[in-house]
């Protein structure tokens, strides 16, 4: 099996943070180094992760710059393993995780992995599988309907980042950078896909960028416009491209049409008062 680059970019969250940390310790297949990429915590994170008696286990510091993509990005850089996964620090992996995905990755020939996970909502606990979807490999035009990447399932081959390069820093792609980055991967390899929930998903939209999200249609716009950029830069295929362009007029259309709808509900509703 080959050998991981565990990579979890971190800010203020010490004790979810441990807890991510040694479930990726406790995995079968065991990763070559665990990469705590710090976003300028001011909490005990740097405590907690130094405290690990574990030499895998390497705290990455950095400045506090408010976007995912840059810890990561961090860690991406620092990195040694010849695959690169990636968890945020509130997730959990289950212990079979990698060599479950590393296996089904090798089975289908693809150089991006991906799965399903148990959604756990603050409080609550259990909320069943976060994907519906089946199946056993994403290609492009999937993810371009929908992002069905959650970060914390993907794993990446070292040699697909190299056409892609890293998440995107834009500060308009700040909850969105993940996707961004998986439709670039997407163009160069299909995503395998285990329907199976590898990863315990902790959906807390409140205490995550994920507040300060705009509306969806403005996000895949932002998504689409820097594949577009980099596709353009990089030489990719004009059949990616063109397929973009056209999921852009699509959403146009659609945006358009439900501004329409909206309004003519309002008059209907005036006219009756």
């Known amino acids: 099996m080959p050998d991981v680059s565990v990579i979890i970019p971190t800010w203020n969250r010490a004790e979810l943070l441990e807890k991510a940390i040694y479930t990726v310790l406790a995995q079968s297949l065991p990763p070559r180094e665990v990469l705590v990429c710090d976003d300028g ?3 005990e994170s ?3 992760v130094t405290a690990i008696r574990d030499n ?3 705290w990455i510091p950095g400045e506090r710059s408010g976007r995912p993509a840059v810890p990561r990005n961090r860690g991406i850089a620092e990195s040694k393993g010849e695959w690169l996964a990636f968890l945020d620090n509130d997730d959990e992996w289950m212990p079979n995780k990698l060599e479950k995905q590393l296996q089904h990755a090798d089975l289908l020939g693809c150089r991006a992995v991906c799965s399903n996970a148990t959604r756990i909502a603050p409080g609550k606990g259990s909320q069943g599988e976060y ?6 490999r994403f290609c492009f035009n999937d993810l371009l309907m929908v992002n069905h990447v959650i970060c914390s ?3 990446v081959h070292r040699s697909v980042l190299a ?3 890293g998440f995107p820093e834009d500060p308009g792609l700040k909850a969105l950078e993940d996707y961004a980055l998986w439709l670039r991967v997407a163009a160069v390899t299909d995503f395998a896909y285990c329907p199976e929930p590898l990863v315990r998903y902790r959906d807390d939209a409140a205490n ?3 507040q300060e ?3 969806v249609w403005q996000q895949r716009t932002s998504v689409f416009s820097d594949f577009l950029a980099w596709g353009e830069r990089a030489d990719i295929s004009g059949v990616y491209l063109s397929n973009v362009r056209l999921r852009q007029f699509q959403d146009k259309i659609h945006k358009s049409l439900s501004v329409a709808s909206r309004s003519v509900k309002k008059m209907v509703a005036a006219l009756r008062t």
């Open 46 to 48: 740097q405590r907690v």
């Open 56 to 58: 895998r286990v390497r």
């Open 213 to 215: 999200c705009v509306e």
């Open 163 to 165: 056409t892609t390069g």
């Open 208 to 210: 995550s960028v994920r």
């Open 41 to 43: 915590s001011t909490d």
């Open 153 to 155: 399932s993907a794993a």
């Open 131 to 136: 994907l519906s979807v089946t199946g056993t």
